[in-house]
């Protein structure tokens, strides 16, 4: 049986290389001899059940182009996010999950609703190297948004910002971490230089606690020499 990654909205967010974390999810699942299927979903398309779910990020007016969309998927998303599915959104992708963003010219965008936080845009964007700790150890990524986004006290962020901005650049949160959906703003893309973050999306979405070892040899170095450069 294939793993299924479903990739939503390919064409309309995917930036700064964000399509390159499907890739390195592909790659580390086949090192380890799964079969895997790439579901491209777009705009009018349902969101069939899947493995991992996957949203790359997006410009305002990207997010303009899909955000009625997005909240007809709302339920759907919904569903799947509260169940328990895993789920990985990147910058606009995480945006997207929460109630509205607010550009920085006051334009409201409703969004899907599935978790409860929202965006506001700032004047000044939010650009540049960020590092934060989490529960998988540091992850390091490449950030620029205008959005700041704040979540509800109750719901976990995925890490806490050691260099960068992250959520909003003021509570030092980054990301989100809800059940097995995970929402950062570190583009890069973010997977390939992370590798046990990247291991802990296929661990959840396999619902096993272990994976064989592949040879991480170039990854860590990567990784290692940014968190060096960057803290
Ligand atoms: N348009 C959103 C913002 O500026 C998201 C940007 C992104 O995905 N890089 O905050």
Do not use: W
Not at 58 to 86: C, F, N, W
Not at 100 to 118: C, D, H, N, R
Not at 137 to 145: L, W
């Amino acid at each position: 049986m294939a793993v299924k990654i479903v990739h939503l909205y390919p064409e309309e967010m995917n930036l700064y290389g964000d399509k390159g974390n499907v890739i390195c999810l592909k790659k580390r699942l086949e090192a380890r001899n799964y079969k895997v299927d790439v579901i491209n979903v777009g705009m009018g398309e349902r969101i069939p059940d899947f493995d991992i779910l996957f949203i790359g990020g997006g410009q305002d007016k990207e997010m303009s182009i899909v955000r009625r969309d997005v909240r007809r998927k709302a339920e759907e998303l919904s569903y799947y996010i509260h169940s328990g599915k895993t789920v990985l959104a990147i910058c606009g992708g995480y945006q997207l999950l929460g109630e509205y963003y607010k550009t920085a010219s006051a334009q409201v965008i409703e969004l899907s609703g599935a978790l409860p936080f929202f965006t506001e845009g700032a004047k000044q964007r939010m650009i540049g190297n960020v590092v934060f700790e989490s529960p998988f150890g540091k992850i390091v990524g490449f950030e620029n948004h205008s959005g700041k986004t704040y979540i509800a006290n109750e719901f976990c962020p995925l890490g806490c910002v050691i260099s960068g901005f992250g959520n909003n650049g003021e509570d030092g949160t980054e990301g989100v971490l809800y059940k097995n959906t995970f929402g950062t703003y570190a583009h890069g893309p973010v997977l390939p230089k992370n590798p046990i973050f990247a291991d802990e999306i296929i661990k959840r979405a396999l619902q096993v606690n272990e994976l064989p070892n592949i040879d991480d040899k170039f990854e860590n170095l990567c990784h290692n020499s940014l968190v060096s450069r960057f803290t």
